[in-house]
């Protein structure tokens, strides 16, 4: 009985063990660690060594690859990784391999240890680094220096790296230096141009970027970097001809950044080499009261961006006119070595009591950082005339009645006026006639377009069927400002709160995006035009709030669904 026992025993010990034999075939026919080699496994101190690591799969899958316990001894400075195919005995084998490049911190034998990948170890590996000769250190180097080093809060700091070889660079990736709390602009040119340095020649390679700090104290500047590759020490093997990869740095830099002087008086700190301002105004020679003036002020800083020159310089405004911002327009470029920013926006001035109104100019104070002095900058007002609406005098009588009662050309003002009621009853008989509402609606946008003096309603309707966005909202604008007058109407949101309307909120939020957005909209206009043709038909029973100014004002008062 008991000698039963134990072969029963043994025979369930033998399935157990076949069966994990099994699931481990199973399991490593799947994947195993194929290779795992470096390139190359010696190397002298500045060089880079790629560790390459393969695992063949049946089933391709990229598993993460944890490289802290290569940090210890190495600098990592690149990890790649990628699915590969390989023909062998006329069958096609996938791997996926990982490419990290080693930038050893020492010389001498370096362990690089062993690592895993979905559960599977590597094999330890052992790279040598041999000291660096003296004569190699003068072979490439780099260098940086900023200009100046002790600028003010937001004064323009050039870094200028340099790369010295006198060897042949085959290939090669030359990273210009980072900073925290700043804002680098990188004008994109190269110089390229031979040095003598210590009785040998060097060619060189020159980049810059222009910093601005956003904090005054110590601004710390990282080293510049170059990754490329360059001839073998001493060609003796085939191994040799291989290019030797190599990894140089600078040393890094610091700057200390001094506040704005306790004297300036300006109201915006505008530290630059020089500013320029100057306007433009509207061509239009006769005003009334309700007209609006338009006014474009430009800002362009040498050695400033865009993004610290200050915006809605024009508000508010007093009892004879009201000043209305549009979205102010930024704009960088490079001249040389300098940046260059530009400042455009546009003021809506309306005019809104008649007589003689003078808009005052603009002072704007700046910092000279060439010459370190406090400057400032004007622009001339202007004095204009205003004459009262055409509506109603200043005495409170309207025009057409005292043209009626008091001169000759009454009759023709009295012929026009029963004409155009005339015309407005045939038009409301045939829009009476019309049963279908796409057809009323096409004749009330007819009349829209064909009666528009002003031509405010045909741009706005060609701007948005073309899909111009920037003109569009421009209108829209001018649109709302010549409705509100007494609101201070800056952006399509002031829009939207008037007219509580779902979708032309969305509407005017996605015409916003458009124009602010870093990401790419396709905008098509159509809707945005059926929307406000719609909302700002006449309706029954609405209140005023819940419609859009009248495009028509007019046809709004005779014309009824």
Not at 76 to 98: F, G, H, N, Y
Not at 265 to 293: H, M, T
Not at 477 to 495: C, D, F, N, T, V
Request: aromatic share 8%.
């Amino acid at each position: 009985m008991n000698v039963k026992n134990c072969n029963n025993d043994s025979a369930v010990n033998r399935a157990l063990v076949t069966g994990c034999l099994l699931l481990c075939s199973l399991v490593f026919g799947y994947s195993h660690a194929q290779t795992a080699r470096l390139e190359p496994p010696q190397i002298t101190q500045g060089d880079v060594s790629i560790l390459v690591i393969e695992l063949e799969s049946k089933i391709p899958s990229l598993y993460g690859l944890d490289t802290t316990a290569l940090e210890t001894d190495f600098e990592i400075l690149d990890s790649q990784s990628r699915i590969i195919s390989v023909l062998e005995l006329d069958e096609i084998t996938r791997k996926m391999q990982w490419k990290v490049h080693l930038y050893p911190r020492k010389s001498g034998q370096l362990l690089v240890p062993s690592l895993l990948l979905g559960g599977i170890p590597t094999p330890a590996l052992t790279l040598d680094v041999k000291p660096q000769p003296a004569s190699e250190q003068q072979k490439l180097y780099l260098q940086i220096e900023a200009e100046p080093l002790d600028p003010y809060l937001h004064q323009q700091s050039r870094v200028t790296t340099r790369l010295f070889y006198n060897t042949t660079l085959h290939q090669g990736r030359l990273r210009e230096p980072k900073s925290e709390n700043t804002q680098i602009f990188r004008s994109g040119r190269e110089r390229n141009y031979s040095v003598i340095r210590d009785g040998q020649s060097f060619q060189v390679i020159e980049r810059s970027i222009v910093v601005f700090a956003n904090s005054v104290g110590k601004i710390g500047i990282s080293a510049a970097s170059f990754l490329g590759e360059i001839d073998q020490l001493s060609p003796v093997s085939d191994s040799s001809k291989l290019n030797r990869r190599i990894f140089r740095t600078s040393k890094p830099l610091k700057l200390q950044v001094r506040d704005k002087p306790a004297t300036y008086s300006g109201k915006y700190w505008l530290p630059a080499n020089r500013i320029d301002i100057s306007q433009n105004w509207d061509k239009q020679s006769a005003f009334k009261v309700g007209d609006s003036l338009n006014r474009t002020i430009t800002i362009v800083a040498t050695g400033l961006p865009a993004e610290f020159l200050p915006a809605d310089l024009l508000m508010g405004g007093n009892n004879q006119f009201r000043v209305y911002p549009d979205q102010p327009e930024r704009s960088n470029q490079f001249s040389g070595e300098t940046l260059i920013g530009q400042l455009e926006q546009s003021f809506a001035v309306i005019l809104s009591e008649p007589g003689e109104t003078t808009i005052p100019g603009l002072t704007l104070t700046w910092w000279d950082t060439v010459q370190a002095v406090e400057k400032q900058t004007e622009l001339p007002g202007k004095t204009i005339q205003v004459l009262a609406s055409s509506s109603f005098r200043a005495d409170g009588k309207s025009d057409s009645d005292a043209q009626t009662h008091s001169t000759p050309s009454g009759q023709g003002s009295a012929v026009l006026y029963f004409a155009a009621i005339v015309i407005t009853i045939l038009l409301t008989a045939i829009l009476l006639l019309l049963r279908g509402q796409k057809q009323r609606d096409r004749l009330i946008e007819y009349l829209i377009l064909r009666f528009d003096p002003t031509g405010l309603k045909r741009e706005l309707r060609q701007s948005c069927l073309s899909n111009n966005p920037e003109k569009a909202r421009k209108l829209l604008l001018r649109w709302a400002r010549k409705y509100w007058p007494q609101e201070r109407i800056s952006g399509l949101h002031h829009i939207s709160a008037k007219i509580r309307n779902a979708e032309f909120d969305h509407e005017l939020a996605q015409l916003d995006a458009v124009i602010f957005s870093d990401r790419n909209f396709n905008w098509r206009g159509m809707t945005l035009w059926r929307l406000i043709f719609s909302l700002s038909r006449p309706k029954r029973q609405h209140s005023d709030n819940n419609l859009l100014p009248p495009l028509y004002p007019l046809l709004q008062q005779k014309f009824q669904d």
